[in-house]
Nanobody, 125 residues
Framework: QVQLVESGGGLVQAGGSLRLSCAASGRTLSTYNMAWFRQAPGKEREFVAAIRRYGERSYADSVKGRFTIFRDNAKYTVYLQMNSLKPEESAVYYC???????????????????WGQGTQVTVSS
């Protein structure tokens, strides 16, 4: 089973950008649907963005136009480019994966059975 490792988090000022990476250990991600979620202290883990194995993308309304999810199957990596970050987007960001066909939307945590450990993103005001 693939293992996921996130990186790229850190401290950034409001309005700044970060690129998160999610690397798979030893196996291509080309057969996986991938997503990013985030969880702030005291809050539920929420959907951010997803990309199907064949490339269709979806986003939470709050990040549309600012965040981009994309994949490089040759590098076994999925990315989340985050622009115009806001302080309220400070959270631990998690990568998630589900292999094969997924009917319906990709925005629910229950879709995914593989999770990374998360990477902290802090946006200062």
């Amino acid at each position: 089973q693939v293992q996921l490792v996130e990186s790229g988090g850190g401290l950034v000022q409001a309005g700044g950008s970060l690129r998160l990476s999610c690397a798979a250990s030893g196996r291509t991600l080309s057969t996986y649907n991938m997503a990013w979620f985030r969880q702030a202290p005291g809050k539920e883990r929420e959907f951010v963005a997803a990309i199907r194995r064949y490339g269709e993308r979806s986003y939470a309304d709050s990040v549309k136009g600012r965040f981009t999810i994309f994949r490089d199957n040759a590098k076994y990596t999925v990315y989340l480019q985050m622009n115009s970050l806001k302080p309220e987007e400070s959270a631990v960001y998690y990568c998630a994966a589900k292999e094969g066909l997924v009917l319906g939307g990709l925005g629910s945590r229950s879709v995914y059975d593989i999770w990374g450990q998360g990477t902290q993103v802090t946006v200062s005001s």
